[in-house]
């Protein structure tokens, strides 16, 4: 690949970016930038896919070792008691699990009105907003790409960012910018949403400034909203606290 | 009777298929909730997981939670992953790397976006051409390939494969300037796929395919 269009003077040219981006050296804006480059080229995606394939042989020259006896159980207990909890009426509404009072008041809309009914109340108390123009504008210069807003809640006022669909291979990517500094052992989630029925998606962190890109994993197709909360790290199979960041599918930027 | 060269590559076709049909089947069961389908994850996964973590981490009871949270992680969003577009290997693997990261790295400096693009590892992580290379060659072949690495392009590629440091904490570490760094890993990466590519071109003993 060749230098970035409209690359200022000194920087990594697209080949540079890539590879160091593949073995996960960057930060900051130059982690920015390789993501834009990522977002709107399937080339560089691919080539990241298979320069991180060929790091990943790295780890054929480790030492096999083996897991002590016990853990594949406490694995499964684990898992069984995901489904348990799940499927326990005291499940059946999202609880928070880590929140101060402020976030456990809003997850009693859950209670009253339902997870789609919280979202939808959640978008209502947007804030003011700095809309990231040149990015945005830089996305909009794809013609296959599709934009939608997203926004912030009380928590999360000062996020901003967007949600964008890539027609080539219909790769979803969420870019966030203001993003509040999670609690060690907490992760953000993503949700989509048809209904009232929130399915899993990936889990992430931001950096140190608030900047993070995220590659949805699964389709967005035939949903209508797709939320953020905070979970446990590892994530969940359903909510337990309120959305912070919402987007609403049905409507582009 | 022994198997001419057209027979094996009839054989190794149909073992491809039959493990991606496996896994497809195995992710399908994790789907509806099956546990012992995560079982059989774990046997099958948990060896390279473990061995990586606790190469990462240096501490067994470290690596374990790492291993367990990256397992219950493929449970919880088995959902999301998409047989097509990768393999659960891949995916695995890249959990338990980004999970001891952040244990190495913890909270005061999360890792950026790219964690999240990690996540979704089968998108971007361990391209399936490479899987099937690590299948092809032998380990002391790959061990072999690495040792032909420059010392201070391997240090680096380690210190960012397994340390998970950013190009500046490389730089710190080693106290070279950063634009050295930069070009140990360069240089050392595509000095990688080019012995590993020429590797794979390669039959596995060592013959042109």
Known sequence: MDRLPDAPAGAPDADELLELYALDLLEGEDALEAERLLARSAEARERVRALRGVAAM????????????????????????????????????????????????????????????????????????????QLRDELRQRPDATI?????????????????????????????????????????????????????????????????????????????????????????????????????????? | MAQGPDDLAHTETTETIASARSESELMARLRSGDDAALGELYDRYSGPAFALALRMLGERGVAEDVVQEAFLSVWRRASTF??????????????????AIDRTRGRNRQRQGDVALDDVAYRLAADDVWSEVAQRLERERVRAALRELPSEQRETLELAYFGGMTQAEIAARTGEPLGTVKSRARLGLRRLERLLRAGYENGPDGSLA
Do not use: C
């Open chain 1, 58 to 133: 790295l780890a054929l020259d480790i030492e096999p070792a083996e897991a002590s006896p016990n853990l594949k159980g406490r694995i499964l207990a684990a898992a069984r008691a995901d489904v348990d909890d799940a499927s326990a009426p005291a499940a059946a509404t999202p609880a928070p699990i880590r929140l101060d009072a402020v976030r456990a008041a809003r997850a009693g809309w859950v209670d009253r009105l339902g997870w789609a009914a919280a979202a939808v109340l959640a978008l209502a108390l947007v804030g003011s907003l700095v809309w990231n123009m």
């Open chain 2, 82 to 99: 998409d047989t097509e577009r990768g393999s659960v290997r891949a995916w695995l693997l890249s959990i338990v790397r980004n999970a």
């Open chain 1, 148 to 253: 939608f807003a997203v926004h912030g809640s009380e928590d999360a006022v000062g996020v901003t960012g967007e949600v964008v669909v890539l027609g080539d291979d219909g790769t979803t990517i969420v870019t966030l910018r203001g993003l509040p500094q999670l609690e060690r052992g907490m992760v953000y989630q993503i949700w989509l949403i048809a209904g009232e029925t929130p399915e899993p998606d990936v889990t992430f962190v931001g950096d140190t400034t608030g900047l993070a890109s995220v590659g949805v994993a699964g389709s967005i197709s035939g949903f209508d909203t797709l939320a953020i909360t905070v979970e446990p790290a590892g994530g969940s199979s359903a909510p337990t606290s309120p959305p912070i960041i919402l987007s609403d599918l049905t409507t582009q930027s």
